[in-house]
């Protein structure tokens, strides 16, 4: 297999000196909490932590989700993020008249597509718990989104999520390579999954990335693709079809948009694409942008399309998108060899054998909410 190690690329390695300060600062705030010196609290209910160790997209809203759809018929669920480039600050709980700017794209995601699951955004998530716990005193899991790396809380159970086409392995320090957290931080958690993988990933290699990962003899290892669903509409969500006939111009403001590229080259006739950073804010500049190269294009079968968490920060536009084949393309993370019913009795056992740890770091009263 190929190494790929991103602070050997030329432009990065200018930038490597910042990366040693960096390990040292996040080795150091590690052996703080290892050491009990930072202190780090723990709850009386099942709290499912998922992450990564490196910054981009590495499929953690899909997985999110899945959980919120394999979860929420059994149990009464909450999902706690931090609310990345919100325009507020401090606690809040999706509402009727929330935006993507009160609680940023991906919780607003969560709470458009689940709106009887209760979603929050806090900073702090050793604040945020307990008033989410407050405002829905019925929870009873909550699902911390991104918080891998954010040790004030110690969550029951860990799902740490490695790119396919990036393992953190691989990968070295911020800012000449995308790790934000130490490759040994991987041991503490307690699953371990490897996204976006291909279709067709084979035993060898699924074995050959088991040895180079090596998880623990209490940890578990898991692989899934990318399942793309039926393009909808934004405003009016009925269903098309993207095939050879159809010419389509893409529009993200993603971390990583090769998945969604790659799929697009084996299904489209030919796509142009429009990138924005990861979690542009758009405006009408941008939109009115977009509708002149769509306009622009030659072909006679021809959409926009863009991804479910920029349509939540597109979606304020709904006047202006109403006449435009403005079409989302919906994802979700496709458990390999067979494993996802494995998955799925792992959380749902975690969640009905819990138990709240003794432990002078438990919150009290975390179950009532008071």
């Not at 790790?179 to 050959?208: F, N, Q, Y």
């Amino acid at each position: 297999m190929n190494f790929n190690f991103p602070f050997l690329k030329p432009i990065r390695i200018l930038l490597f000196p910042f990366s040693l300060i960096y390990a040292l600062a996040v080795r150091v705030r590690n052996w703080c909490y290892d050491k009990r010196i930072f202190p780090s609290s723990s709850f009386n209910l099942p709290i499912i932590c998922v992450g990564n160790l490196a910054v981009g997209g590495t499929g953690k809203s899909p997985m999110v989700e899945w959980l919120i759809r394999v979860l929420q018929d059994r149990f009464t669920i909450a999902v706690l993020s931090r609310g990345y480039k919100r325009k507020t600050e401090g606690y809040a709980l999706a509402g009727e008249s929330t935006s993507a700017l009160d609680i940023g794209d991906e919780p607003m995601q969560f709470h458009l597509k689940f709106p009887d699951v209760a979603v929050a955004v806090g900073e702090q998530r050793i604040e945020a718990i307990p008033q989410l716990l407050h405002d829905r005193p019925d929870t009873g899991v909550i699902i911390l989104d991104d918080a891998f790396q954010h040790r004030a809380v110690s969550a029951g159970l860990n799902i740490l999520l490695t790119d396919f086409s990036n393992l953190f392995t691989r990968d070295w320090w911020l800012p000449s390579g995308d790790l934000r957290d130490g490759r040994s931080s991987s041991r503490r958690a307690d699953v371990i999954v490897v996204t976006k993988c291909r279709e067709d990933l084979s035993e060898d290699d699924r074995r050959s990335i088991a040895m180079e990962i090596a998880p623990t003899s209490g940890q578990k290892l898991f692989f899934t693709s990318i399942r793309y669903g039926d393009p909808y509409h934004i405003t009016q969500l009925e269903n098309t079809v993207i095939d050879d006939q159809t010419e389509v111009l893409l529009v993200t403001g993603i971390a990583n948009p090769a998945p969604l590229k790659r799929w697009l080259g084996d299904r489209a006739g030919t796509y142009d694409e429009m990138a924005y950073g990861d979690h542009h804010i758009f405006s009408i500049d941008d939109l009115q942008a977009i509708f002149r190269r769509f306009t622009g294009m030659a072909g006679t079968r021809k959409i926009i399309l863009t991804t479910e968490k920029d349509a939540v920060r597109l979606i304020k536009f709904r006047e202006e998108l109403v006449a435009w084949p403005f079409y989302v393309l919906p994802i979700d993370p496709s458990f390999l060899f067979g494993e996802e019913g494995r998955f799925t009795d792992l959380i749902v056992k975690f969640i009905t054998e819990f138990k709240a740890p003794a432990d002078p770091g438990v919150q009290p009263g975390a179950i009532s909410g008071q």
